[in-house]
């Protein structure tokens, strides 16, 4: 199968942005004006074609992101709709991994909001190029310049708006093309030629020359050509500035800014025009960057062509009703057909490809073969896990990992028939295999199963769907917030092992030192110079035994963090020294001086943004103040008024509902993790 769309025509991107900011809204609008659907969903109406879940549907927002392709203008354009809830940012990350380009979106009302930050964060992360999209201008106190200088100042970034409204709230009608100054003016109508073109009406004619020429002077900034034919008065072409602008996003000089109102069907031509525009394809990503899975000194690099050896990136993994287990593939370089063998150097497994999916949400066109840049679903693959490269065994390459946040909330879990026991075990199995941010164990003290996840939300939708989708009845405790262990000075201990086991004398002496590491960069084991001269046997499970004894804390049991142990002395005698003593010695020499370096317990503290009108907020910072929490910031929100603050996550149980009681249901709030401390108890 050769190519029907060049490579360059393509754009694997992402709609990213807060929760209700209309990202789905707007995918919705994409896909009914590129003619992929007859007929749009409305997300609060639970008819959102890429919500299919039904706890999408009935919450109304969205929790798993979802993969689509549609056409403009002659480009693929591969579509991933992603979560904006905070308990579900590791769907977004994932995705920003494996995408191209992204379209920020965000509320003209409340412009920046909490969950902006974090996507964004991720795309810098990934080094993902953005345009953004400023929606709702329909809304009641929609402000288009406020909501680009909450941008400007959040993120220090450089929007340059290439649109400008025309009117807002309910007399928005339409946007001024800055580029071909012209005047695209709605019709209230849901028909895909929805607008007019008009002249720009004399009392915006000052502000929008005035604003193209700011466009310019910042295009000018970063492009010889036109700062020349700028500083000289000379004509620049529509397709210079087209060619400068698409340059400066690709490097992400500055951002270009379109505006709209998705859900009247306002602005979203203009908005597929700019990501087919300004967007990279793959080959102005370039190459991709990789290593030996023998020696990951050694770099190997794979250029998005068919012609190179395949390589690709499993970025997602999701159980299907219909195929089972589906994985999510973002395909690098090469080509893969149906009947390929393919090979995941990450757990040195080979596989056959049994059928090639492209997905639309819950829909699936089957395909015989995919190619460079192509992002596809491939059902059957039982070793590769989210996170795996795949290629083929005999040029193998492999790409960095996905790293995802550590779950903070348990609850107990039970099934309410002991038939329905090993059933919630398979399913709790498949519901981990796809999501990287769940977990769960068997308590050996307690008996009891634990479930752990993000976010109560997450926690909630995981029961939700073990009883929906694997018909799986449930009974679950209060969520319980997963601490964590330390010490809080250094300390040393000798600890010396001799028993005789059977005939043989066994004999192992350790002198460790533990000690706090620097916060959040895991604990680390090491043998000290003196320790060296080890045989490689004894100093293999010296280490391990170390290690494995920080798995569980001296207070609680929970599980140690931050700490450094040093392996300061190994005392050895000849044929009595065996690998069992010296795990027995380093685990107790470990052990006693933990219980000499002050341990501590810690607790998960979360960053808090609590946001109501201001009539309301003496009453939400006396609450925060009540739950043990830290106001580190009042910020101003419109008519409302934003307090930040730092809570440990134990006082943050049942909090939605004390704020909508307090606020009358006008109040919202978000929280993600932000570091561990010692415990007040």
């Known amino acids: 199968m050769s190519r029907t769309i060049k490579l360059e025509k393509y754009r694997n991107i992402g709609i990213i942005a807060h929760i209700d900011a209309g990202k789905t809204t707007t995918t919705e609008r994409i896909l009914f004006f590129t003619g992929s659907l007859h007929k749009m969903g409305e997300v609060h109406e639970g008819t959102a074609f ?154 915006m004619k000052q502000e929008a020359e005035e604003k193209r020429n700011q466009m310019i002077e910042a295009i000018a900034e970063n492009n010889d050509s036109i700062l020349e034919k700028y500083l000289g008065n000379e004509q620049i072409e529509i397709t210079e500035l087209y060619e400068a602008i698409r340059e400066s996003v690709i490097h992400s000089k500055f951002l270009p800014v379109t505006c709209g109102s998705s859900f009247k069907n306002k602005g979203v031509q203009e908005l597929l025009n700019s990501i087919v525009r300004y967007l990279p394809s793959p080959i102005d990503r370039g190459t991709v960057t990789g290593f030996s899975p023998e020696d990951s000194e050694i770099l190997l690099e794979r250029k998005p062509s068919e012609e190179e050896p395949f390589s690709g990136l499993a970025f997602k993994v999701l159980t299907d009703v219909y195929v089972g287990r589906l994985t999510f593939v973002r395909i690098y370089s090469g080509k893969l057909k149906v009947g390929d063998m393919i090979y995941n150097p990450t757990e040195g497994k080979r596989e056959r490809v049994q059928k090639i999916l492209r997905m639309q949400a819950n829909r699936r066109d089957e395909l015989t073969e995919c190619l460079a840049g192509d992002i596809v679903a491939i059902p059957g693959l039982k070793f590769t896990k989210t996170g795996d490269t795949i290629c083929i065994q005999e040029n193998q390459v492999l790409f960095e990992k996905i790293s995802f946040l550590e779950p903070v909330i348990n609850q107990s879990v039970e099934a309410k028939s002991t038939s329905d026991q090993q059933k919630m075990l398979e399913a709790l199995a498949r519901l981990a295999d796809e999501d990287p941010t769940f977990k769960f164990v068997n308590d050996q003290e307690s008996g009891q199963l634990i479930i752990s996840g993000v976010g109560e939300l997450h926690l909630d939708i995981i029961v939700d769907r073990l009883k929906r989708e694997f018909s799986v009845q449930t009974r679950v405790g209060k969520p319980q917030v997963a601490y964590r262990e330390t010490v809080l000075k250094s300390a040393i201990h000798e600890y010396e092992f001799e028993k005789q086991i059977g005939t043989k004398n066994q004999y192992a002496r350790v002198k460790v030192e533990i000690r706090p590491s620097e916060k959040s960069i895991g604990n680390s084991v090491k043998m000290s110079d003196n320790s060296n001269k080890l045989q490689a046997v004894l100093m293999n499970a010296l280490l391990e035994s170390a290690k494995s004894s920080l798995a569980v804390g001296p207070i609680a049991g929970y599980p140690m963090v931050d700490i450094e142990v040093e392996i300061l002395d190994v005392g050895t005698r000849e044929g009595e020294t065996t690998d069992i003593a010296c795990k027995v010695a380093v685990s107790n020499a470990v052990r006693e001086a933990i219980a000499k370096a002050n341990p501590s317990l810690l607790e998960p503290i979360f960053a808090v943004e609590a946001i109501a009108p201001m009539e309301y907020i003496g009453d939400v910072i006396a609450d925060i103040n009540s739950r043990k929490g830290r106001i580190e910031e009042i910020t101003q929100k419109g008519s409302s008024q934003g307090v930040k603050a730092s809570v440990p996550l134990s006082q943050m149980f049942g909090y939605v509902t004390k704020l909508r009681s307090m606020t009358q249901g006008r109040g919202s709030y978000t929280m993600i993790f932000s570091h561990y401390e010692p415990t007040d108890a």
């Not at 919500?51 to 693929?76: F, K, L, P, V």
């Not at 379209?103 to 953004?132: K, L, M, Y």
């Not at 209230?188 to 007019?196: A, C, G, K, Q, V």
Request: hydrophobic share 40%.
């Open 50 to 203: 890429m919500d299919y879940m039904d706890q999408e549907r009935e919450r109304g927002i969205t929790i798993t992101s979802a993969a689509t392709t549609c056409y403009w203008q002659g480009h693929q354009i591969n579509i991933i709709d992603t979560p904006g809830h905070v308990d579900f940012t590791a769907e977004v990350q994932r995705s920003l991994r494996v995408l191209d380009g992204a379209v920020a979106v965000f509320c003209a009302v409340a412009g920046v909001e909490p969950q902006s930050e974090t996507v964004w964060r991720q795309a810098d992360q990934f080094n993902v190029p953005r345009i953004v999209y400023i929606n709702k201008m329909d809304r009641i106190g929609a402000d288009f310049y406020k909501a680009l200088l909450s941008i400007k100042e959040t993120f220090h970034a450089r929007p340059v708006p290439l649109y400008i409204p025309v009117g807002s709230s309910e007399d928005f009608s339409g946007i001024i093309d800055l580029i071909e100054m012209k005047y695209i003016k709605y019709i209230d109508t849901e028909e895909s030629e929805n607008y007019l073109i008009e002249h720009i009406p004399l009392s």
